[in-house]
């Protein structure tokens, strides 16, 4: 099985994807591991597209891909057999990202292996590149878009799973941990 997490900044996409992944015994692929260099850099997308593309193909017989990133969905949605889009309410997702941001913040915790990318006091709180401050302003935005991606008829064929609430998760990770078995 092939599934995208999607959602916005700070809803779960991560600790969900690889908990989908270890259910179903499927590598788990995270987008901005993929896509972020050494001092925040970002990859260009002629080498992005690339990476990414032969990343999938490693995994041919199933996948966990957490990421948005728009601009990749001819690329991640080509074979993938369910979009799970983690829709939580504005305050959760909030709280969420704060707690994470103040937890990377403390431990100095790299983020993506051999990058040196780790979340700051400055960096999160008094920066434009804020994650707290792409959240706030990009939770409407996302919502908007992935609840039109249901609407889609070019997406008709992709199974779109909706999660507004962890427990709904859960029952998410059981349900396709049986139809494995």
């Known amino acids: 099985m092939k599934i995208n997490v999607v959602g916005t900044s700070g809803s779960g996409k991560s600790t969900l994807s690889k908990r989908l992944a270890e259910a179903l015994d499927v590598p788990h692929i995270a987008l901005d591991q993929l896509f972020w260099r050494a001092n925040w ?27 948005n990133f728009n601009r990749t969905r001819a690329i991640k949605w080509r074979e993938v057999d ?25 431990t100095r915790r790299e983020l993506w292996p051999g990058t040196g990318n780790r ?8 920066s434009r590149d804020s994650i707290l401050l792409w959240m706030l302003t990009y939770w409407r935005r996302q919502r908007r878009r992935y ?6 008829p070019e997406y008709r064929s992709i199974q779109i799973v909706r999660l507004t609430h962890p427990d709904e998760a ?12």
């Open 119 to 126: 979340e700051t006091f400055r960096k999160t709180f008094l």
């Open 147 to 152: 609840l039109l991606d249901t609407l889609n």
């Open 82 to 106: 369910m979009i799970v889009w983690l829709d939580y309410g504005f305050w959760r997702t909030f709280r969420q990202s704060l707690q994470r941001a103040i937890v990377r913040i403390v």
């Open 41 to 67: 850099q970002e990859t260009p997308d002629d080498a992005f597209f690339p990476k990414l593309e032969a990343t999938l193909a490693d995994a041919a017989d199933g996948w966990v891909l957490d990421g």
């Open 170 to 181: 859960n029952l998410l990770i059981e349900q396709l941990a049986k139809r494995r078995d």
